[in-house]
């Protein structure tokens, strides 16, 4: 009888010590399960691009780590229960890629206008294609498609006024060549959005797409 109490009590302390180990470690089947899951999925979408270094547990996630060509670190997480892979290559990718656009666009605007705009008067929406860009790419503006939102803080006491800016800002959009598909521009008191409507021919035309608030 004493034997067996010893044995239920190593076996006892053999769970506990597993469950704590897994609470802060994770369960080491799933720790490899990661691996072996990301490996798998790197090889398949970035192969010669990133490179498996490492797989962990940590805050009730089990993630991998891979770095690229200048060792530059990347998280890829994997949920078990939907059995997703997080891929945390493409979210930073992704953006990189709309800081860039961003800065790309005030800078077309300044050359082309005139008109200085503060990086945060302009905001972009993004839909690239994943296991295409890496990390500091532009899109080619053939598979991407890109939505602006320019807020500008300068005030416009006439409509007309409001139309002039705006038409010079779609033209030079329009002939960045960026991919560029729908534009939401305005101000205090005005704003025109260009979408299915099409670019505007001339400020008459844009005119007569900007209303009041």
């Not at 839909?127 to 598979?143: F, R």
Request: aromatic share 14%; proline share 2%.
């Amino acid at each position: 009888m004493k034997k067996y109490f010893i044995v239920l009590y190593i076996i006892t302390a053999l769970t506990c010590t597993f469950m704590l180990w897994s609470d802060f470690l994770g369960s080491p089947f799933y720790v490899l399960l990661t691996k072996n899951i990301v490996t798998s999925y790197v090889d398949r979408h970035y192969r010669g691009v990133l490179e498996y270094t490492g797989c962990g547990y940590s805050s009730g996630e089990y993630y991998a780590i891979v770095t690229d060509s200048e060792k530059s670190k990347y998280k890829m997480t994997y949920d078990i229960e939907k059995d997703i892979v997080g891929d945390g290559y493409y979210y930073s990718s992704y953006i990189v890629m709309k800081h860039l656009i961003r800065a790309k666009i005030r800078e077309v605007i300044s050359v082309n206008t005139g008109i200085e705009l503060d990086l945060d008067e302009i905001m972009i929406e993004l839909d690239v294609p994943k296991y295409v860009y890496s990390v500091g790419d532009m899109p080619s503006g053939y598979d991407s498609i890109i939505s602006v939102r320019i807020t500008m803080k300068s005030f416009f006491s006439e409509k007309n006024e409001f139309a002039r800016d705006s038409y010079a800002i779609l033209c030079a959009l329009k002939q960045s060549g960026a991919g560029i598909e729908n534009v939401d521009i305005s101000s205090v008191d005005y704003e025109i959005c260009i979408n299915d409507n099409g670019f505007p021919t001339d400020i008459l035309s844009a005119e007569s797409l900007v209303f009041s608030k």
